[in-house]
């Protein structure tokens, strides 16, 4: 009953009165964006979302499209500014995912959506954190969000939905608040230079097994 009608009421309302209030602050950061990281303001990617179904997911950006002499873009780390890293740290760049919560591609809380790229490489028990929406903050979030490696961090997204219910939700959320004005640094500059990409960890172990089982 709560995940099915409940949660998705309290995103509906909490979704839709967060674009409300918060549109000054939509408006002033869209200015800021394009001013000092160009055009378009908002970042959109393909991810995965409830059952594995795609849906673009919407983000203020938070890096230029500087590109080499060969016209190739330039390391994420080189293009991600100061401004970019302070819209990750205070996950103001996160802001238009509430409008993917008003739609239903998304709720408040649940595991992140990930790149689909990863698909392929999730265990079956991995693949139940598409079980339910993705959200804008999860408990993997705040248990190390980006500073913890990918094994524990989806097993956390796992724990999630085997033990959803609204006291966890409110948890969850409170932990998030705090995370968020706490200034913890759980936030990662650049994404992969930390937990590193899934697809290429998952693919190498693979590689790696394979390769002692033939020695056998």
């Known amino acids: 009953m709560y995940q099915k009608v409940v949660k998705r009421l309290f995103d509906i309302l909490l979704s839709g009165a967060g674009l409300f ?15 000092k990281l160009g055009s378009p303001v908002i970042f959109h990617q393909e991810r995965p979302g409830y059952h594995e179904k795609i849906f673009t997911l919407c ?29 990750r740290r205070t996950s103001l760049d996160e802001l238009p995912e509430l409008w993917n919560i008003f739609k239903g591609d998304m709720s408040l809380i649940g595991p992140r959506p990930l790149l689909v790229s990863y698909l392929p490489w999730y265990t079956e028990r991995e693949r139940k954190r598409h079980s339910v929406r993705p959200g804008l903050t999860g408990l993997a979030q705040v248990s190390g969000r980006n500073f913890i490696e990918w094994d524990k961090r989806l097993e956390k997204d796992v724990e999630y939905v085997e033990h959803i219910s609204f006291l966890m939700d409110l948890r969850i959320l409170g932990r ?13 500059e650049v994404t992969d230079d930390v937990e590193g990409n899934l697809a290429e960890i998952r693919a190498a172990r693979a590689e790696k097994e394979a390769g002692c089982e033939a020695g056998k």
């Open 59 to 87: 983000k203020f950006r938070t890096m230029t499209d500087e590109r080499d002499e060969r016209g190739e873009l330039l390391p994420d780390s080189v293009r991600l500014t100061k401004f970019g890293m302070l819209l």
């Open 176 to 188: 998030t608040v705090a995370v968020v004005f706490g200034k913890k640094e759980e936030v990662a």
């Open 21 to 35: 209030i918060l549109s000054p602050v939509y408006l002033i950061v869209a200015v800021l964006v394009r001013i």
